[in-house]
């Protein structure tokens, strides 16, 4: 039986594509993801897939370019684009005399490395049990029976069957413990919405910025570097927007093309934040030639989380490295829909914040209400807010306050405050 490595950095990639010529975009990608796991490239091979071999994936001719490659480079790990099954895997480490890993495991292994939360740990080790866990075949083909005769009856039950029975085990714990932490999740978004503040979930392509943006606009801190899936634990932040008003931003994983389906049902609390948002930041590379096939492959995975119908902003990042100003646009129903700007420089960070506020913006009226001398506290808060209009002392020292804000807005104020005062009838006017 061939024993698997436990180390090796050196790759060699497998390109697959319907005429077998990966497009330049998709070979880029891929070896950045190769690149991001902390893998050497060493060199690349390109295959069709119309008629994939259903041993190897690869006909026998390039099984045997893939071997001079591996011998000329001294590779040691081969990663195909191309998802491949277990036996297909495993014949080809055999064959090869080296590890094989697809798409979906490179992309499980780099989120192994980048998770830091506990929740973040959990759901990347569920992701990979259940991927792992139809590859089992892989290293027990020597152990795949019980064998017979004095001395070598099995315990009852295969080595295979064994580990099959652990690592359910470990996936029904680990789904109990990501209920838990989805039930507290959940119940920070109930929170916020009794206290009608208003969620914004920043979401996008894998590097395009989402983290700076983020760091940015809160000063939160998240880790940033310059590679595909730098962080991956959800971060929530208070986010001021004009006129005192304010939101929560909500960080999310970063998507990529053909994301593995473990990942997306793993994250599925996470990526919640997208779905139950009240308006989504599409973070975009405006320098990406191929911002277009990202931001398609983006909308994909937000409807298979059912969260396509939550108002959408577009923003254009990276604007410095095509010497453009900033701007934005709006729809024809006077909204903000796009906003174009830089999030290392900074600049055109007011525009993407009106745009926020805008696409909030709740109805406001103006109300009269009375506050009493004591309650010099509440006024100050008012003010800070920026809600008064107009104030009138009275002769007592009570203040009359004219105040333009959303209805629920005040209702909530005067909540919180435990204030007893009256609303004047009607509303005086509307903005």
């Known amino acids: 039986m061939f024993e698997r490595p436990k180390s090796g950095e050196r790759a060699v990639l497998i390109h697959s594509s319907p005429d077998g010529l990966a497009e330049q975009s998709d070979r880029e990608e891929f070896a950045e993801l190769a690149i991001s796991a902390g893998a050497s490239v060493v060199a690349e091979l390109d295959t069709s897939r119309k008629r994939p071999n259903p041993r190897y994936f690869v006909g026998k001719g390039k099984l045997e370019d893939l071997k001079t490659l591996i011998r000329q ?65 892989r290293g027990w083909t020597h152990l795949e029976r ?9 315990p009852g039950e295969t080595q295979l069957e064994t580990d099959r029975r652990l690592i359910g085990a470990r996936i029904r714990q680990l789904n109990d413990r990501l209920e838990t932490v989805g039930i507290r999740r959940s119940m920070n978004r109930q929170n916020r919405l009794k206290a009608d503040i208003p969620t914004v979930a920043l979401v996008g392509y894998t590097n395009a910025g989402k983290s700076t943006l983020f ?33 929560v931003l909500a960080d999310t994983v970063g998507f990529v093309r053909d994301l593995p389906l473990e990942l997306i049902a793993a994250f599925k609390s996470t990526l919640q934040e997208a779905r139950e948002a009240d308006l989504i930041l599409h973070l975009i590379d405006a320098s990406d030639p191929n911002r277009w096939q990202r ?41 903000g829909r796009a906003v174009w700007l830089s999030a290392v420089t900074g600049k055109g960070l007011p525009l993407l914040k009106n745009a926020i506020a805008n696409r909030l913006k709740q109805e406001k009226t103006e109300r009269t209400i009375y506050l009493q001398p004591s309650e010099g506290r509440q006024r100050a808060k008012l003010f800070e807010l920026g809600a008064v209009v107009n104030e009138q002392v009275q002769e007592d020292g009570s203040w009359r306050l004219m105040l333009r804000m959303a209805e629920k807005d005040l209702r909530r104020f005067l909540k919180h405050e435990n204030l007893q005062t009256e609303l004047s009838n009607g509303s005086i006017g509307r903005q």
């Open 73 to 137: 480079n001294d590779a040691e790990l081969v990663i195909s684009c191309a998802s491949l099954r277990p036996s297909q895997e495993r014949n080809l480490e055999a064959e090869l005399k080296c590890r094989v890993l697809d798409r979906a495991g490179l992309i499980l292994d780099i989120f192994a490395q980048r998770a830091r939360s506990f929740e973040g740990k959990l759901q990347v080790e569920l992701a990979q049990l259940k991927h792992l866990s139809t590859r089992l075949v």
């Open 215 to 247: 760091n940015t606009l809160t000063d939160a801190g998240v880790y940033v570097q310059d590679q595909l899936f730098a962080t991956l634990d959800p971060t929530v932040r208070r986010l001021d927007l004009p006129e005192g008003e304010h939101v």
């Open 146 to 154: 019980q064998k017979g005769g004095i001395g070598l009856r099995g």
């Open 295 to 335: 931001v398609r492959q983006v909308n994909s995975v937000l409807r298979q989380l059912d969260a396509d119908k939550v108002p959408q902003i577009r923003v254009y990042n990276k604007i410095d490295k095509m010497d453009r100003r900033p701007r934005s646009t709006i729809s024809s129903k006077g909204e």
